[in-house]
């Protein structure tokens, strides 16, 4: 079975630039996450897409954006990049429903200059 | 608001010997908790999880004990291996249709040879 899958593996863009980061989960789920970790810190939850909605949101501005495709793939949309968004960006996928664990990609480095 | 801690920032354990990484958690609504391990530039693996109507659960090596008086989770490996070394996350769930997972810092787990 193949994981979650992202791409690029490393983006580099300057301040005020917008990226746009890509997931594919693993077949079958329907659930998508992402996850800010930046350098030394933990985990930081950004939004959770589900069924092609999100359902939740993280405490970060609205240029962090995203949509679900209908085959639940999922793009992560940084606009006006600012240096402190320099990070490991992880995505992870899930079935849809409680207690059902994450499962992560290994993650997009985006580098700010 | 909720909150996961960890009491061990590091643990550095000879090869062999059983390690136990702890973790505290705040929001006693909290029905469902993963431990995870990441490895230096991958990203976080699933390892064990638990409900909260259970008190113990045991995988390959490893038993997660949740104690829901205290709000205390523990991951504890048997025979540490230096492929064990890594990073450790807990992660609790807070209940709700909001699915979101709340992650400790983590705890840098170093094994001896």
């Known amino acids: 079975e193949a994981g979650v899958t992202q791409s690029p593996t490393h983006l580099i863009k300057t301040r005020g630039q917008q990226a746009t980061l890509r997931c594919s989960p693993i077949?079958?789920?329907?659930?998508v996450y992402w996850y800010q970790q930046a350098l030394g810190l933990g985990l930081q939850f950004l939004l959770w897409?589900?069924?092609?909605?999100?359902?939740n949101r993280g405490n970060f501005p609205p240029r962090f954006s995203g949509r679900q495709f209908p085959n639940y793939s999922s793009e992560l949309n940084v606009n006006a990049l600012e240096l402190e968004d320099s990070a490991l960006y992880l995505c992870a996928s899930s079935r849809t429903g409680a207690n059902s664990p994450l499962h992560f990609g290994n993650g997009t480095r985006l580098t700010v200059t | 608001g909720e909150s996961v801690g960890l009491h061990l920032p590091t643990l550095s354990v000879q090869e062999g010997d059983n390690s136990i990484i702890n973790c505290a958690y705040s929001n006693s609504a909290s029905d469902y908790f993963i431990w995870y391990k990441q490895e230096s530039g991958k990203g976080p693996q699933f390892i064990i999880d638990i409900r909260s109507n259970m008190d113990k659960r045991q995988g390959q090596r490893v038993t997660v004990l949740l104690n829901k008086t205290v709000k205390h989770l523990s991951l504890q490996i048997a025979a540490t291996q230096p492929g064990d070394s890594a990073v450790y996350f807990c992660a609790e769930h807070s209940g709700g249709s909001n699915y979101k997972l709340t992650f400790g810092k983590g705890t840098l787990l170093t094994v001896n040879p």
């Open positions: 077949s079958g789920h329907t659930s």
């Open positions: 897409y589900d069924e092609g909605e999100e359902r």
